[in-house]
């Protein structure tokens, strides 16, 4: 099965070299910056959108929502180029009541809330967690610290299929060039078997391959140097190919029950089996790239371009949810049956985030954080919150 999907990503490139869908030159990609992938609202796929009242959203009434209106004020910095959200993100700008009963106008007066369902009919989905990890390392490699982050090389292509084929815009293929022909990039298995292949594109070398791995599952984190600055690293690029979960292969092998198959349980399972680690995470073929981000950020950076929020930014499928809208959220807190509900902006995306009701959501920084992500994997509901006059688009079949 993994040769056949590798042929047909093959195939893909092939076919995409006759053709004149946008091609990034290698040569040009260093010197550009990251660009937010905005999804227009027309274009969410794979689910349907309710009309619902906004007493139908558990725990409306109660949310503080001064925390999510600063992390709705950086989403209106990209959706206001947007005809749809002009308005909304210039009544936002000027609001001058921003206490609790202020905020809650403004949303039920700019705003109808609708509701969620999958493409199987489910209003229910899974709602994960994810957070900023810190890291040990160094910018020299020793026997301390020998395990590289790397940044995106010159000779990974990005092929945006949207250029050719609107239907396709949410697709985007990565390559490299062989000779005269464009085929898959590097699998993480070729890159950790080859170092070489990515010598010179270095970025800082760590202490811990595990967390490392979860570095590269969470897209951002800090980096305690030894000598003792700290830094902030982001999501640069990735290799193109799918997320694996190394949590669901334990549990098909029998290394862990699936009670345990948390990045606690993963991590720990890594530190009793340092010889069957490498083989484990090779079965994941994915592979970050990372850059070096300002110290001034107030987080790490979303798919939209603009930071996170702790405990008010979630990572969505932007096929189903158009990225950078506000989302009520109704879940549980982690490992409990206490509800979790909050406006949320869906700022990020992931590539295990699939499907219509699925959401990440981001703790945040430090020890309690990681806990609380780490646990995180409860059933919830979404609401999407559109701006007023939005007219749903029809549902497309997955």
């Known amino acids: 099965m993994e040769n056949q999907s590798r042929f047909s990503i093959v195939l893909l490139f092939v076919l995409l070299a006759a053709c004149t869908s946008k091609v990034v030159d290698p040569t040009e990609k260093a010197k550009l910056p990251i660009k937010p992938d905005v999804i227009e609202p027309e274009s969410a796929q794979f689910s349907t959108y309710i009309p619902a009242q906004w007493m139908d959203l558990p725990g409306w009434f109660e949310d503080d929502l001064r925390p999510a209106w600063d992390a709705f004020l950086k989403s209106c910095t990209v959706l206001k180029r947007q005809q749809l959200w002009q308005e909304v993100c210039d009544g936002a700008a000027e609001m001058h009541e921003t206490d609790k009963a202020g905020l809650r106008t403004f949303f039920e007066r700019y705003f109808s809330p609708y509701q969620i369902i ?69 699998s993480r298995t070729e890159i950790m078997n080859n170092p070489d292949i990515l010598k010179g594109h270095e970025l800082l070398w760590v202490d811990d391959e595990v967390e490392l ?53 993963i991590k720990q399972w890594g530190k009793e089996n ?32 603009v930071p996170l929020t702790a405990e008010r930014s979630i990572a969505i499928d932007p096929r ?32 295990a985030i699939k499907g219509g009701i699925r959401a990440d959501f981001f703790w945040g920084y430090g020890p309690e954080a990681a806990s609380q992500a780490g646990k995180m994997k409860q059933q919830g509901r979404m609401w999407l919150l559109m701006p007023q006059g939005y007219t749903p688009p029809q549902s497309v079949k997955q």
Do not use: C
């Not at 985007?172 to 005269?180: F, P």
């Open 118 to 186: 999958d493409s199987d009919g489910s209003d229910t989905g899974l709602v994960t967690g994810y957070y900023e990890p810190l890291l040990h390392g160094s910018r020299k490699p020793s026997k301390h610290y020998r395990y590289p982050l790397y940044t995106a090389p010159d000779e990974l292509l990005t092929i945006d299929l949207g250029a050719q084929y609107p239907e396709l815009s949410d697709l985007r293929l990565r390559g490299r060039l062989d000779g005269r022909k464009v085929v898959p990039y590097y």
């Open 213 to 265: 791995f979860f570095l590269q599952i969470q897209g951002s984190g800090r980096v305690k140097l030894d000598t003792g600055e700290i830094i902030k690293i982001g999501f640069a690029d990735q290799n193109g190919y799918p997320y694996r979960s190394v949590g669901r292969i334990l549990v098909q092998q029998g290394e862990l029950p699936l009670e345990k198959a948390s990045m606690q349980g």
């Open 274 to 305: 340092p010889d069957k680690l490498p083989s484990l995470l090779q079965q994941n073929a994915r592979f970050v790239f990372f850059r070096e981000l300002p110290d001034n950020l107030s987080g790490p950076i979303g798919s939209i371009g």
């Open 320 to 351: 189903s949810v158009p990225q950078g809208v506000p989302v009520f959220l109704a879940t549980t807190w982690p490992n409990t049956s206490k509800p979790l509900n909050r406006l949320m902006l869906a700022q990020d995306t992931g590539g």
